[in-house]
């Protein structure tokens, strides 16, 4: 026997399936404002309030599923909104659809549903200069939230829902566990910390959390570490605790701080501003990418395509590889810098003199010496 739902009903069956595949609030929430946009639209071109008539419709004339989806594309352009906007709304309301057991073909869709192409735009690449003038200006929290975004490739919402019980200060590098629940694609991964942001880390933990370096520290091990602050420390996890928040709390305090220091208060060519926490993402993805190649630059940060291939590394050589970069992704350690540059003088020193002893030899047993080790 069919049941007959009401829109309201129909609405709420269709975010509830959402959570269990996303298990995401903001999902939720993006999907919510789809549906409003398309009930807008509906009342201004058909005068249609209720969207359960549009699709019986549908199911009767497959026509006019195109017809309907090609409208609201154009109806989301008036409204003067960014392709991307569009695309994701479109895909809110496509999945509406389908939820409402209605096919929509991928082939007559393309050729029916023209969508606005997003223009490729040129984006300011941070630099090592710029995220120390941030640093510098900055709150203890926020200048340990950049490091560890920095050194780590998390993204924002991974960030906010780190707890002490994460983080492993026991290995070199010190490693983070990315929980399933936590990460985007739910698939949990490690990745890693500079000795710098580790121990800005330790002593943001030390100063905020009362972290010990000796102990289990069990009582503070569950506490989101960079939640919200309060003037009694920082929130552990409740009911209360609402990630959206923390997250826009993060990056207001980032604006707040880059506002400040007008030469960095720069805009991209798409309007948006170029210094954000997704652009400490895309700076860790350069410097590792080109210190340790693209593969493992990608699986640090979470991109499933490549986590396969990551995972069937030794730990020694996920390890290995990350120090490799570290001397790259260190922004204020002179320690570190220095003992780079002792290494590299080290290096030096070694070729240095294992050019030498060749010259012997071939001086030795009268082999002509190059031109180039003349000055050797």
């Not at 933990?205 to 069990?218: D, K």
């Not at 602050?229 to 709390?249: D, H, M, Q, V, Y």
């Not at 490549?306 to 995972?311: I, K, N, S």
């Not at 780079?340 to 294992?354: A, G, M």
């Amino acid at each position: 026997m069919q049941v007959l739902r009401t829109k309201e009903q129909s609405e709420h069956d269709y975010y509830d399936s959402l959570l269990v595949v996303s298990d995401s609030k903001k999902t939720v929430k993006t999907y919510k404002t789809s549906i409003n946009h398309f009930r807008k639209f509906l009342f201004s071109k058909y005068s249609i309030e209720n969207e359960l008539e549009v699709f019986s419709k549908m199911k009767e004339d497959e026509e006019f599923i195109y017809q309907i989806l090609r409208e609201f594309v154009v109806y989301l352009k008036k409204l003067e909104l960014r392709p991307k906007g569009i695309k994701g709304y479109l895909s809110g309301i496509k999945g509406y659809i389908r939820f409402h057991n209605i096919r929509i073909n991928s082939d007559d869709f393309k050729q029916f549903v023209k969508i606005p192409k997003s223009m490729k735009t040129n984006e300011i690449p941070l630099d090592k200069e710029m995220i120390l003038r941030i640093l510098h200006n900055a709150t203890p929290k926020l200048q340990t939230t950049i490091l560890v975004a920095v050194s780590s490739g998390l993204r924002i919402g991974e960030l906010v829902q780190l707890k002490l019980s994460d983080i492993d200060f026991g290995t070199y590098p010190t490693k983070i566990t990315v929980r399933g629940s936590t990460s985007k694609t739910r698939q949990g991964r490690n990745t890693f910390l500079t000795t710098e942001a580790s121990k800005a880390l330790q002593d943001y933990l030390t100063r905020f959390f009362g972290w010990r370096p000796i102990g289990e520290n069990l009582e503070i091990n569950e506490k989101y570490i960079f939640g919200p602050t309060t003037k009694k420390g920082r929130k552990s996890k409740e009911p209360g605790f609402n990630i959206e928040s923390a997250k826009l709390s993060l990056q207001k305090s980032l604006r707040t701080h880059v506002k400040d220091i007008p030469e960095l208060d720069l805009t991209n060519e798409n309007g948006y501003k170029a210094i954000h926490f997704h652009a400490f993402r895309k700076y860790f993805r350069t410097i590792v990418g080109n210190s340790c190649g693209r593969d493992y630059a990608e699986a640090l940060m979470g991109h499933r395509f490549y986590m396969d291939t990551y995972y069937q590394l030794p730990e020694e050589k996920k390890q290995k590889m990350y120090l490799d970069a570290e001397p790259q992704l260190t922004i204020s350690d002179y320690e570190a810098v220095e003992k780079n540059i002792e290494t590299i003088s080290q290096k030096y020193s070694k070729l240095e003199k294992t050019v030498r002893e060749l010259k012997e030899y071939m001086l030795k047993n009268s082999i002509k010496v190059p031109e180039l080790f003349s000055d050797t």
